[in-house]
């Protein structure tokens, strides 16, 4: 196998780039990750976490919050998670690593990740050829995507690792392991099935075979540790959406995709876009469908006629070209993705130095290393109105890429003659699929608004820049509202007031689920302190929290004096006097169920809540029940039985009815039950339901003093990034 030499004086500027940028990795990428739980990793080995101790990973896709709090039981502080969208089997890539602590955990990985650098390195060089150097200069010219790969304990390292070293299998005739290679990683990261998919064509049925075997091998696993459930949750509820690029801020600049672009010009969206240049949503759905189905057509044309007269630059076109259709198509592009374009750019260098285009090849380096400079954060203060496409410097310079690569190679391809009926047929294809999408897209399904909610805007600052990302459980006092908001960048769950801004001050702690008394002034809240659940009460705006007891999920029944909370499987009623603490057990519901969300009537009379049965004890009764208990007498009733899950009950002013969600396929609705009648001897009553927009509409709540329901929900939005909607109640209701 011959390499590619280098003369002198270009071997050295090469080797004065090489040093420069891995000073630059090390310093930026290696350093600030070791010792801590920053970034995407937490949320791994949080998962990871989940499945070894058997909890149900399933929920992590459903309740942002949730996942948030068992990141906390883990000991990750100051970092805001996740495990939407990843796959159910990323969590077992991580594993072995769950028999260290987080920080010692999070050492081995970056340590992985380094020797993954030269292993990339050296793969990518044996399989094109290229001398090493300029190999290495190339994938450390990715520059902020590893940065961010390290930073963030990304496994985009990993999975290029396992692509380049599949690849040079097969060139060497090893099929089995090189399918093996290329599979491993495509439960987690799917670019795999294009290189699948291209061997299929290739007819390479071993190495397809062993991918398939590899799939499947991976998938058993994790479906025999976390069960299948995670799968369809995640198959129903999270894929379609991350599929059509509603994942966090779909309209965010940051992660650079054709419909992320045309979202922001033709889309309204009253918490995240609220002046697009023309708010005309068929032209998203049509020009996101032509951009998708348009770069996938051209891919297939390519692959169809381009003929290079070595067979070896041919193979090193072709699996060069599928990295940059799926950066094209990409819904959600970030910068650690592109470390998949060093195989599109080390191959195509190749080709063109053996064929002495030393200038064209440089260019295409050098427009690899501009590719990955952060130059559309400097643009966006610029992307307004109809210069919203100066944003999205990173895309076009993706696309120029492309088109300069087409006219590099053009003088060196002879092209088949199906060219032109087969370029007709696909023009032709493209367009009755998009005009098809924007159609479907546009005439299917409820409006965003038709059941009446409107967004709730908070006159704060804070949310003004971030357009409240991300809101959960509001509650509020006689006059105040008060609820759980998500602090990207400070790393951190804290509350907030809609009339007053910033309630609980800066912490090194989360706290959620604030339960406001009618004094508008008592707040109890909880947070976790070294895996332990505790409750604590600040009793001003402002106040430091103070601890009060170990529990979770608090709910007043009096104005600042008692409140029932959960701890250890129990209901429990904690009374405040004189600072002293009386505890009550209140017995209800039995055995082989687990509480969760207990709320206290505005009156003190009753509490609602819910349980999760224990299905194989209990087979013959429904999962879910929503239930009500009477102080007065320790009365202990159903309300409703249901198979899917009911969450958060809420009371109207009067006590009389009773709001809930429930899960209703791949989205959560809220409805409402009206008592039987007004001295509530029996608690049947008639179900009514409130919402019917997608999107998941959860913790609903009667705010007596302005007269509606509010909730929070993420329609329109990315799935679980929520903000406070508003909706008027009923007049069956009333």
């Not at 190999?135 to 985009?156: C, D, E, P």
């Not at 089995?176 to 290189?195: D, N, R, T």
Request: with cysteine; hydrophobic share 50%; aromatic share 12%.
């Amino acid at each position: 196998m011959t390499t590619l030499s280098l003369d002198r004086r270009l071997a050295l500027a090469l080797a004065g780039l090489f040093i420069l940028f891995a000073l630059l990795i090390v310093k930026f990428g290696i350093l600030p990750s070791r010792n801590n739980t920053r970034g995407d990793f937490a949320n791994y080995y949080t998962a990871a976490r989940l499945v070894r101790e058997g909890a149900p990973l399933a929920r992590a896709y459903q309740d942002f919050v949730w996942f948030q709090m068992e990141m906390d039981r883990k000991g990750i502080v100051q970092q805001v998670g996740g495990f939407i969208p990843h796959p159910p089997p990323t969590a077992i890539v991580f594993l072995p690593l769950t028999f260290l602590d987080a920080v010692a955990a999070r050492n081995v990985w970056t340590a992985v990740n380094a020797l993954l650098i030269v292993v990339c390195i050296c793969g990518l060089a044996r399989l094109t050829r290229l001398h090493w150097l300029a190999t290495a200069v190339i994938f450390l010219g990715t520059g902020f995507g590893l940065i961010n790969n390290f930073r963030f304990g990304q496994m985009y390292l990993l999975l290029t690792a396992t692509l380049v070293l599949g690849l040079l299998a097969q060139q060497r005739g090893r099929d089995a392991l090189a399918g093996g290679l290329i599979g491993l990683l495509i439960p987690m990261k799917y670019v795999g099935i294009l290189f699948v998919a291209y061997f299929a064509w290739r007819r390479r049925w071993r190495l397809v075979l062993a991918a398939c075997a590899t799939v499947a091998a991976v998938t058993g696993v994790t479906a025999l540790l976390a069960g299948w459930e995670p799968f369809r949750v995640f198959l129903t509820e999270v894929f379609p959406r991350h599929f059509r690029g509603e994942i966090q801020d779909p309209f965010a600049m940051l992660f650079q995709s054709w419909a992320s672009l045309f979202r922001r010009l033709f889309v309204y969206n009253a918490t995240l876009n609220p002046a697009p240049p023309l708010d005309f949503p068929p032209a998203f759905h049509f020009l996101s469908a032509v951009a998708f189905w348009g770069f996938s057509a051209l891919a297939v044309w390519l692959f169809a006629v381009v003929r290079f007269a070595a067979p070896r630059h041919q193979f090193l076109f072709e699996i060069g070209l599928l990295p940059l259709w799926f950066l094209l198509v990409s819904p959600s592009g970030t910068t650690y993705h592109f470390l998949l374009l060093t195989l599109t750019t080390t191959a195509f260098a190749a080709i063109l130095l053996e064929q002495h285009r030393a200038r064209a090849a440089a260019t295409l380096a050098a427009l690899f290393i501009v590719i990955n400079l952060p130059h559309y954060l400097k643009l966006l203060p610029l992307a307004q109105g109809w210069l919203t496409p100066l944003g999205y410097s990173r895309l076009w310079l993706l696309l120029l890429f492309g088109v300069l690569a087409w006219r590099f190679f053009r003088p060196l391809i002879a092209l088949r003659p199906v060219k032109t009926k087969l370029g007709r047929a696909l023009a032709v294809a493209v367009t009755l699929i998009a005009s098809f999408s924007a159609l479907v897209a546009s005439r299917g399904g409820p409006a965003p608004a038709d059941d009446g909610a409107t967004w709730l805007a908070v006159d704060d600052a804070e949310f003004k820049r971030h357009q409240g990302l991300l809101m959960k459980h509001p509650d509020a006092g006689r006059r105040r509202l008060v609820f759980s908001y998500c602090e990207f960048w400070n790393e951190q769950y804290t509350i907030y007031s809609t009339d007053s801004g910033r309630w609980t001050p800066p912490a090194r702690r989360n706290y959620y689920h604030p339960d406001l008394a009618e004094d508008d002034a008592s707040l109890l809240v909880q947070t976790i302190v070294n895996g332990r659940d505790e409750i604590w009460l600040s009793r001003a705006q402002g106040e430091e929290p103070q601890f009060v007891l170990a529990g979770s999920q608090p709910s007043w029944k009096d104005a600042g004096r008692s409140f029932v909370y959960i701890n250890g499987g129990a209901l429990f009623l904690a009374v405040l006097a004189d600072d002293q603490l009386q505890l009550r057990v209140l017995r209800v519901a039995g055995e082989q169920r687990r509480f969760y969300d207990p709320a206290c009537s505005p009156r003190g009379n009753f509490l609602a809540y819910c349980v999760e049965s224990d299905k194989a004890a209990a087979p013959e009764h429904s999962r879910f029940q929503l239930r009500r208990y009477d102080f007065s007498d320790g009365r202990d009733e159903l309300v409703l039985a249901a198979d899917d899950r009911l969450e958060q009950p809420a009371w109207s002013p009067d006590e009389s009815v009773l709001l809930f969600a429930q899960k209703q396929d791949a989205t959560m609705a809220l409805a409402a039950v009206k008592l039987a009648d007004g001295s509530n001897q029996t608690a049947g009553g008639t179900l009514y339901h409130l919402t019917s927009a997608a999107g998941h509409n959860t913790s609903p709540l009667w705010q007596a003093a302005t007269d509606r329901i509010l909730f929070t929900s993420d329609r329109g939005r990315g799935l679980e990034f929520s903000a406070i909607f508003a909706l008027p109640v009923p007049p069956a209701l009333r």
